[in-house]
């Protein structure tokens, strides 16, 4: 297993250079793609767009998810069901920088289910985007103490934190930022729904079975696409594993801790025995009891690093739809390339009159005789207009290809950039509330010792 | 039971129990030519006895329910043993030093087993030379505790490590077993070289020096001696055990139960730190894994890793201190406790004795007015001796164990902050690590 892991890395190992490679050049790319992107925008999503553009909403608009509460309500098929609503605060950011009294907050409440909405809203409508995840619907890789339970309070405040992070990455995206439907979800509580579903994005939203059947057919894949897809397995699996592995530590840690509260305990027993050693024991007993009781904190913090990872485990899928956007309008142009190679075939077959292949025309016009020169014009004028047609369509999704290539390159240098920069933050997060857990260890032992060196 | 009886057992008692040389008489030998520190030494071995004594009888005239009484006593005691644990006082006061090591595997076509290096030095008269060194094998030092038991009927003998092991669970001859049976040797041997009465026992003498161990020596007289003791124990209740003996009893039993409950907790948090350290590898085995597939994060997740892996080195090495060092001593006190009990049950048998034979005689004195013969007051002589003893031994028993879990449990933190500061160590330098990489890039940036 080790083995495996360890060949299949040295694999990636390669394929992530050739993608740093790629991303080295198109870095220039990405800075010029910059300035021009406005125009690309204003094609695509016109409509959407707020009039303000090119620069994030969060430097206009503060945002949090200030609270969460829990409602009781009838659903579609009038059961009665429990849900969970967050509060998200909007304030604008100007106000603040003045001083003085923050202005009143605009308040509406979502439910999780509406930031889902949001987010397929977004992920439909900016396929070449990473779109930044949600946090989990259900508790993952828990370990045993931690609940799996959906209302549960420590549940909901984590994910009160996630689904602020959500709206503050896709408010200081750049292009995400200035969407409306997005504007709308912070700001109009009544009718928000309803507009999501005028956009038609439902109809946009490409049927799973077809991006399927791309995967398998496109012939001349990208190579750095087929990189970042390799990369988001791997991450994706690495993460996976590194959770559950955690959790299992966790555990285990747990139970160290916890097992040396029996000493408070039987310290204390012993100490009504004990004339000289008494105090102490009892004393010392107390501090293991403190020492037990310590790693509930402990794990509780570092529940914290383990939704940073998880944020990065679910962006995985988000790379993941990028690579497999990019592989449908792939196969679409290699559909129309086809056609239109066809068509021009056909054309040549008929202008010169030769059949090269035994086909079913080939039979028809043995059996009923050759068409009529007139007959042959016409077909030929017909297969030219639509051969025409083909060559605009190939041209069309072509640059609509190199678009897509452009546009979500850029946005995937961004989101590595981000990544290495968030991880490596996490990471030195984690390693202080190692040492702080160390430095606790410390405190508690020394403390026990200073009583059993009284005895 | 008078004052004056049990004075003048003190200064004779033992001698017709056991015709071994008493640490009284050793304390008469200074007339003798002999070095200086001998002088010094086994006078205040006498002295210390003479101290125990004097305390030990008022406890017997004063109440029954005296069990702070006792702990005064005790108290007392410790005071008298701080200043022997001083390092200067105690280098005056041991004369005899005693030390286990150097296992060695013996092959041969009966048997496979092990000898250990027994290492004496000494300025005791009763050796022959300053110092000795000789091979015993287990089943030496278990010949030993016997002759002990039996010729020292009314003493505490220190516990040996467990004679038996379970076949396929433990290797007789791994290195980890003979390293702690080893020291448990140890540690028997210095108690008994420690203690002031069994320290002169001729056995502990014959073992200490004489090239070849002859088991037979005196085994007839001693075991009549064991049976005698066992012999009028049948089924007698006693009229009444007194309280400091039945406190003894007492705190001996939840002690044990306190013990059996430690060494579960020891036990059951060494499952779990290995468990922890299973997992703990793999963790770091995933960040290395991690670490192959990034570029800019290549490094910081390769530390992690590092870190990760010093934590595991951190985690094994107390784990195996606390296995190797805590819980032996845990075992120790266990059969230690054992030990006292059976001594508790043979001062019973004891007293029981006299109080059967005194009855008897008082039955006898109604019906003919006879005198009480001699042979009772020899008995009452006995239990009054026992008592002594036994409460001399209990008390440096009692300071031993405080002493023992002082340095224990200390121990026990200590190796847990040496833990925490180890891990601590290791994230700190990652974080140097990271903070470094990050400055580095700004630099490049701004270059």
């Keep these: ?455 | 039971m008078s004052v004056g009886a049990a004075r003048g057992l003190a200064s004779s008692g033992q001698k017709p129990i056991a015709e071994i040389l008493h640490p009284l008489s050793a304390a008469e030998e200074p007339l003798s030519p002999g070095p200086d520190v001998s002088v010094t030494g086994s006078a205040s071995v006498g002295g210390e006895k003479e101290a125990g004594l004097t305390n030990g009888t008022p406890v017997e005239t004063s109440s029954p329910a005296s069990a702070s009484s006792l702990f005064n006593r005790l108290q007392l005691d410790d005071d008298l043993e701080a200043d022997a644990r001083d390092p200067y006082a105690a280098s005056e006061t041991r004369d005899l030093f005693v030390t286990v090591d150097d296992p060695k595997k013996h092959v041969s076509t009966m048997e496979t087993y092990i000898t250990y290096r027994v290492s004496t030095k000494t300025t005791r008269i009763e050796f022959d030379l300053p110092e000795y060194c000789v091979r015993r094998r287990y089943q030496d030092f278990d010949w030993l505790r016997i002759k002990l038991e039996d010729s020292q009927p009314t003493h505490l003998i220190p516990p040996l490590p467990e004679k038996f092991v379970m076949k396929g669970v433990v290797d007789r001859f791994s290195e980890e077993f003979v390293e702690t049976r080893m020291k448990a040797l140890d540690k028997f041997l210095k108690r008994v070289a420690d203690h002031p009465v069994l320290s002169f026992n001729t056995h502990l003498n014959a073992f200490l020096s004489a090239k070849d161990l002859n088991k037979r020596q005196g085994l007839a007289l001693l075991s009549k001696v064991g049976e005698s003791v066992k012999h009028v124990a049948g089924g007698y209740k006693l009229r009444a055990r007194p309280a400091e003996f039945c406190a003894m009893g007492e705190y001996l039993d939840t002690f044990s139960q306190k013990l059996g409950t430690i060494d579960r907790i020891a036990q059951r948090i060494l499952k779990e730190q290995s468990e922890h350290l299973t997992e703990l590898r793999e963790y770091g085995a995933v960040y290395s894994s991690w670490a192959a597939v990034e570029d800019e994060l290549r490094r910081p997740l390769e530390g992690v890793a590092g870190c990760v892996t010093t934590c595991c080195g951190a985690v094994e090495e107390l784990s195996d201190s606390m296995s190797q060092d805590f819980l032996p001593v845990l075992r120790e006190y266990v059969l230690y406790i054992e030990s006292m009990k059976n001594v508790l049950r043979k001062r019973d048998q004891s007293q029981a004795e006299y109080e059967g034979r005194l009855e008897a005689a008082i039955l006898r004195k109604q019906e003919d007015r006879a005198p009480i013969p001699l042979e009772v007051e020899k008995c009452q002589d006995k239990v009054e001796c026992f008592n002594a003893d036994l409460k001399a031994d209990w008390e440096r028993w009692q300071s031993n164990k405080r002493q023992d879990f002082k340095q224990l449990l200390t121990g026990m933190a200590d190796k847990n902050i040496s833990y925490y500061e180890k891990s601590q160590a290791a994230w700190e330098s990652l974080i140097t690590l990271l903070q470094d990489k990050q400055t580095e890039d700004k630099t490049s940036e701004t270059n």
Excluded at chain 1, 49 to 74: F, Q, S
Excluded at chain 1, 180 to 186: E, G, H, M, P, S
Excluded at chain 1, 248 to 263: E, F, I, P, S, T
Excluded at chain 1, 334 to 339: F, G, L, T, Y
């Design chain 1, 1 to 455: 297993m080790r083995k495996r892991c360890a060949s299949s890395a040295d694999s990636d190992n390669s394929s992530s250079q050739v993608m740093m490679a790629d991303s080295a050049s198109s870095d220039e790319v990405a800075v010029i793609g910059n300035t021009d992107l406005t125009s690309s925008e204003s094609e695509n999503n016109l409509i959407n767009t707020m009039v303000e553009r090119g620069t994030a909403l969060l430097n206009k608009m503060e945002i949090n998810v200030a609270e969460a509460e829990k409602r009781t309500g009838k659903n579609t098929v009038n059961m009665q069901e429990t849900y969970t609503v967050y509060l998200i605060e909007t304030r604008p950011a100007e106000t603040v920088q003045e001083g003085g009294t923050p202005a009143i907050p605009d308040t509406l409440w979502r439910r999780y289910s509406e930031f889902e909405l949001l987010r397929m809203y977004l992920l439909v409508t900016y396929p070449y985007i990473i779109i930044p995840p949600l946090p989990e619907k259900r508790a993952e890789f828990v370990w045993h103490k931690l609940s799996a339970d959906n209302l549960d309070p420590d549940f909901v405040e984590r994910r009160r934190v996630g689904l602020e992070n959500f709206l503050l990455r896709v408010a200081s995206h750049h292009v995400l930022s200035n969407d409306k439907i997005f504007f709308n979800f912070l700001t109009e509580e009544k009718g928000w729904r309803e507009a999501v579903f005028e956009t038609g994005f439902q109809d946009k939203a490409d049927p799973r079975l077809k991006s399927l059947s791309a995967m398998f057919r496109v012939k001349n894949p990208d190579k750095r696409f087929i990189a970042l897809k390799h990369y988001g397995d791997e991450l994706n699996t690495i993460i996976s594993q590194l959770l559950r592995v955690r959790a299992r530590v966790a555990d285990r840690l747990y139970g160290v801790y916890k097992v040396h509260g029996n000493y408070g305990r039987v310290f204390s027993e012993w100490s009504a025995i004990e004339k000289e050693m008494g105090d102490g024991l009892q004393s010392a007993g107390h501090h293991m009891d403190t020492y037990a009781a310590s790693i509930d904190d402990i794990l509780e913090e570092e529940e914290h690093y383990a939704d940073q990872l998880k944020e990065y485990y679910f962006y995985t899928d988000a790379v993941r739809s990028v690579c497999r956007k990019h592989e449908l309008i792939q196969y679409e142009l290699e559909m129309v390339a086809q056609d239109f190679a066809n068509k021009k075939q056909q054309k040549e077959e008929l202008a010169t009159g030769t059949v090269r292949v035994f086909s079913l025309k080939g039979m028809t016009s043995k059996l009923f005789g050759q068409e009529s020169q007139e007959q042959r014009e016409i077909r030929l004028a017909a297969l030219e207009q639509s051969i025409c047609e083909g060559e605009e369509l190939v041209k069309l999704k072509n640059t609509e290809c190199q678009e897509f290539v452009r546009t979500a390159w850029e946005d995937i240098e961004r989101f590595k950039e981000q990544k290495d920069r968030d991880l490596r933050e996490a990471l030195i997060s984690y390693a202080i509330m190692q040492i702080s857990m160390c430095k606790k260890g410390i405190q508690v032992w020394s403390n026990a010792k200073e009583c059993f060196n009284k005895m």
